[in-house]
Protein backbone atom coordinates (compact mmCIF):
# COMPACT_ATOMS: atom_id res chain seq x y z
CA UNK A 1 0.00 0.00 0.00
CA UNK A 2 1.56 3.23 -0.70
CA UNK A 3 1.97 6.15 1.79
CA UNK A 4 1.42 9.69 1.98
CA UNK A 5 3.35 11.33 -0.77
CA UNK A 6 4.35 14.89 -1.27
CA UNK A 7 5.72 17.11 -3.86
CA UNK A 8 7.86 18.99 -4.33
CA UNK A 9 10.42 17.34 -2.12
CA UNK A 10 12.08 20.75 -2.33
CA UNK A 11 11.14 24.21 -3.08
CA UNK A 12 13.30 27.75 -3.18
CA UNK A 13 11.41 31.01 -3.75
CA UNK A 14 12.22 34.56 -2.91
CA UNK A 15 10.51 36.60 -0.01
CA UNK A 16 6.34 37.85 -1.57
CA UNK A 17 6.23 34.94 -3.81
CA UNK A 18 3.09 32.50 -3.96
CA UNK A 19 4.63 28.87 -2.99
CA UNK A 20 2.16 25.50 -3.84
CA UNK A 21 2.44 22.31 -2.09
CA UNK A 22 1.13 19.09 -2.81
CA UNK A 23 -0.35 16.45 -1.01
CA UNK A 24 -1.72 12.75 -1.73
CA UNK A 25 -2.79 10.90 0.77
CA UNK A 26 -2.72 7.25 1.72
CA UNK A 27 -5.92 5.20 -0.76
CA UNK A 28 -9.07 5.47 1.66
CA UNK A 29 -8.03 8.22 3.48
CA UNK A 30 -10.44 11.46 3.39
CA UNK A 31 -8.61 13.32 6.08
CA UNK A 32 -5.46 15.61 5.23
CA UNK A 33 -3.51 17.34 7.63
CA UNK A 34 -0.93 19.87 7.03
CA UNK A 35 1.81 20.92 9.53
CA UNK A 36 4.56 23.31 9.89
CA UNK A 37 8.03 22.29 11.22
CA UNK A 38 9.62 25.07 12.03
CA UNK A 39 13.65 25.29 13.14
CA UNK A 40 12.98 25.12 17.18
CA UNK A 41 9.49 25.42 16.73
CA UNK A 42 8.50 21.96 16.75
CA UNK A 43 5.35 20.48 14.86
CA UNK A 44 2.32 23.21 14.93
CA UNK A 45 -0.85 22.19 13.13
CA UNK A 46 -1.86 24.44 10.63
CA UNK A 47 -4.81 23.03 8.50
CA UNK A 48 -7.43 19.62 8.41
CA UNK A 49 -9.34 18.95 5.19
CA UNK A 50 -11.94 16.12 5.70
CA UNK A 51 -14.43 15.11 2.70
CA UNK A 52 -13.49 18.94 0.97
CA UNK A 53 -13.73 20.69 3.42
CA UNK A 54 -11.74 22.71 6.07
CA UNK A 55 -12.58 21.43 9.14
CA UNK A 56 -9.90 23.47 11.39
CA UNK A 57 -7.09 25.41 11.16
CA UNK A 58 -4.30 26.80 13.38
CA UNK A 59 -3.00 29.88 14.58
CA UNK A 60 -1.39 31.39 11.29
CA UNK A 61 -2.11 33.99 9.35
CA UNK A 62 -5.01 33.77 6.06
CA UNK A 63 -1.96 33.51 3.61
CA UNK A 64 -1.79 30.42 4.53
CA UNK A 65 -4.25 28.63 2.48
CA UNK A 66 -5.16 25.28 0.82
CA UNK A 67 -7.88 22.95 -0.08
CA UNK A 68 -9.19 19.58 -0.81
CA UNK A 69 -10.14 17.77 -3.91
CA UNK A 70 -12.68 15.25 -4.99
CA UNK A 71 -10.03 12.84 -4.93
CA UNK A 72 -9.14 13.47 -1.22
CA UNK A 73 -5.53 15.05 -2.34
CA UNK A 74 -4.75 18.09 -1.59
CA UNK A 75 -2.88 21.38 -1.73
CA UNK A 76 -1.10 24.07 0.58
CA UNK A 77 -1.30 27.33 -1.11
CA UNK A 78 1.63 30.21 1.01
CA UNK A 79 1.16 33.82 -0.27
CA UNK A 80 3.52 36.70 -0.27
CA UNK A 81 6.02 34.46 1.57
CA UNK A 82 8.07 35.57 4.31
CA UNK A 83 11.77 34.63 4.89
CA UNK A 84 10.32 32.93 8.34
CA UNK A 85 7.70 31.09 6.14
CA UNK A 86 11.17 28.91 5.72
CA UNK A 87 10.13 25.30 7.26
CA UNK A 88 9.17 21.21 6.43
CA UNK A 89 5.87 21.19 5.74
CA UNK A 90 4.45 18.12 6.37
CA UNK A 91 1.12 16.61 5.26
CA UNK A 92 -0.39 13.64 7.02
CA UNK A 93 -3.65 11.61 6.48
CA UNK A 94 -5.97 9.41 8.52
CA UNK A 95 -9.06 7.69 7.81
CA UNK A 96 -11.25 10.18 9.97
CA UNK A 97 -12.39 6.45 12.37
CA UNK A 98 -11.35 4.97 15.06
CA UNK A 99 -8.52 6.32 16.79
CA UNK A 100 -7.71 8.78 14.39
CA UNK A 101 -3.95 8.38 13.95
CA UNK A 102 -2.49 10.30 11.28
CA UNK A 103 0.12 8.29 8.65
CA UNK A 104 3.07 11.02 7.50
CA UNK A 105 4.67 12.12 4.29
CA UNK A 106 7.99 13.00 3.90
CA UNK A 107 7.94 16.93 3.68
CA UNK A 108 8.55 19.59 1.29
CA UNK A 109 11.44 21.52 2.75
CA UNK A 110 10.50 25.00 1.72
CA UNK A 111 13.68 27.69 1.90
CA UNK A 112 12.35 31.40 1.12
CA UNK A 113 15.41 33.69 0.79
CA UNK B 1 -7.78 20.81 26.34
CA UNK B 2 -5.34 18.17 25.85
CA UNK B 3 -1.90 18.45 26.20
CA UNK B 4 1.37 16.94 26.51
CA UNK B 5 5.15 17.41 27.81
CA UNK B 6 8.17 15.52 27.15
CA UNK B 7 10.72 15.63 30.07
CA UNK B 8 13.53 15.60 27.92
CA UNK B 9 14.55 17.59 24.79
CA UNK B 10 17.66 15.24 24.63
CA UNK B 11 18.65 11.81 25.64
CA UNK B 12 22.30 10.63 24.79
CA UNK B 13 23.04 6.63 25.34
CA UNK B 14 24.80 4.13 23.91
CA UNK B 15 24.58 1.38 21.91
CA UNK B 16 23.20 -1.79 23.52
CA UNK B 17 21.83 0.13 26.63
CA UNK B 18 18.52 0.51 27.30
CA UNK B 19 16.10 3.76 25.99
CA UNK B 20 13.77 5.80 28.06
CA UNK B 21 11.99 8.81 26.51
CA UNK B 22 9.84 10.13 29.22
CA UNK B 23 6.08 11.76 28.25
CA UNK B 24 3.10 12.70 30.58
CA UNK B 25 0.06 13.69 29.38
CA UNK B 26 -3.44 15.98 30.02
CA UNK B 27 -6.45 14.89 29.24
CA UNK B 28 -9.95 15.39 30.13
CA UNK B 29 -11.19 12.56 28.87
CA UNK B 30 -9.87 9.16 28.16
CA UNK B 31 -6.93 9.70 25.89
CA UNK B 32 -5.77 8.19 22.82
CA UNK B 33 -1.57 8.00 22.96
CA UNK B 34 0.69 7.82 19.83
CA UNK B 35 4.76 7.67 19.87
CA UNK B 36 6.12 8.88 16.75
CA UNK B 37 9.63 8.70 15.01
CA UNK B 38 11.27 11.62 12.74
CA UNK B 39 14.75 10.14 11.31
CA UNK B 40 16.55 13.39 9.81
CA UNK B 41 14.81 15.18 6.77
CA UNK B 42 12.06 12.53 6.85
CA UNK B 43 8.28 12.45 7.60
CA UNK B 44 6.90 10.49 10.80
CA UNK B 45 6.48 7.19 11.32
CA UNK B 46 4.06 5.60 13.97
CA UNK B 47 5.64 4.22 16.60
CA UNK B 48 2.63 2.54 18.61
CA UNK B 49 -0.56 3.85 19.71
CA UNK B 50 -2.37 3.33 23.07
CA UNK B 51 -6.10 2.92 22.81
CA UNK B 52 -7.47 2.20 25.88
CA UNK B 53 -6.74 -1.96 25.45
CA UNK B 54 -4.07 -3.01 26.85
CA UNK B 55 -1.70 -0.61 29.00
CA UNK B 56 1.56 -2.26 27.61
CA UNK B 57 1.62 -1.41 23.55
CA UNK B 58 4.48 -3.00 22.00
CA UNK B 59 5.40 -0.88 18.56
CA UNK B 60 7.71 -1.51 15.84
CA UNK B 61 11.58 -1.77 15.91
CA UNK B 62 11.28 -3.05 19.82
CA UNK B 63 10.03 -0.28 21.37
CA UNK B 64 7.17 -0.34 23.61
CA UNK B 65 5.80 2.28 26.07
CA UNK B 66 3.52 1.37 29.11
CA UNK B 67 0.36 3.43 29.89
CA UNK B 68 -0.14 4.79 33.72
CA UNK B 69 -3.46 6.66 34.05
CA UNK B 70 -2.61 7.34 38.02
CA UNK B 71 0.90 9.14 36.89
CA UNK B 72 -0.42 10.71 33.35
CA UNK B 73 2.57 9.10 31.87
CA UNK B 74 3.26 6.81 28.87
CA UNK B 75 7.18 6.64 28.39
CA UNK B 76 8.83 5.07 25.88
CA UNK B 77 11.36 2.67 26.38
CA UNK B 78 13.79 0.02 24.32
CA UNK B 79 15.58 -2.52 25.77
CA UNK B 80 18.78 -1.94 23.98
CA UNK B 81 19.95 0.65 21.48
CA UNK B 82 20.70 0.39 18.20
CA UNK B 83 22.72 3.47 16.07
CA UNK B 84 19.66 3.15 13.87
CA UNK B 85 17.48 4.68 16.68
CA UNK B 86 18.65 8.55 17.11
CA UNK B 87 16.10 10.30 15.92
CA UNK B 88 13.34 12.88 16.90
CA UNK B 89 10.66 11.15 19.18
CA UNK B 90 7.47 12.72 19.34
CA UNK B 91 4.85 11.88 21.79
CA UNK B 92 1.43 12.56 20.85
CA UNK B 93 -2.52 12.62 22.59
CA UNK B 94 -5.86 12.37 21.57
CA UNK B 95 -9.09 12.96 22.77
CA UNK B 96 -10.55 11.10 19.58
CA UNK B 97 -11.44 14.46 17.69
CA UNK B 98 -8.82 14.43 14.96
CA UNK B 99 -7.48 16.93 17.24
CA UNK B 100 -3.95 15.48 18.01
CA UNK B 101 -1.14 17.41 20.35
CA UNK B 102 2.30 17.01 20.00
CA UNK B 103 5.13 17.05 22.74
CA UNK B 104 8.17 19.04 21.85
CA UNK B 105 10.07 16.10 20.76
CA UNK B 106 12.86 14.02 22.38
CA UNK B 107 16.35 13.73 20.51
CA UNK B 108 17.75 10.48 20.97
CA UNK B 109 21.26 10.26 20.37
CA UNK B 110 23.09 6.82 20.16
CA UNK B 111 26.99 6.62 20.85
CA UNK B 112 28.93 3.88 19.83
Known amino acids: EAGVTQSPTHLIKTRGQQATLRCSPI?????VYWYQQALGLGLQFLLWYDEGEERNRGNFPPRFSGRQFPNYSSELNVNALELEDSALYLCASSDGTGYYEQYFGPGTRLTVT | AQSVTQLDSHVSVSEGTPVLLRCNYSSSYSPSLFWYVQHPNKGLQLLLKYTSAATLVKGINGFEAEFKKSETSFHLTKPSAHMSDAAEYFC??????????FGAGTRLTVKP
Open chain 1, 27 to 31: SGHTS
Open chain 2, 92 to 101: VVSEGSNDMR
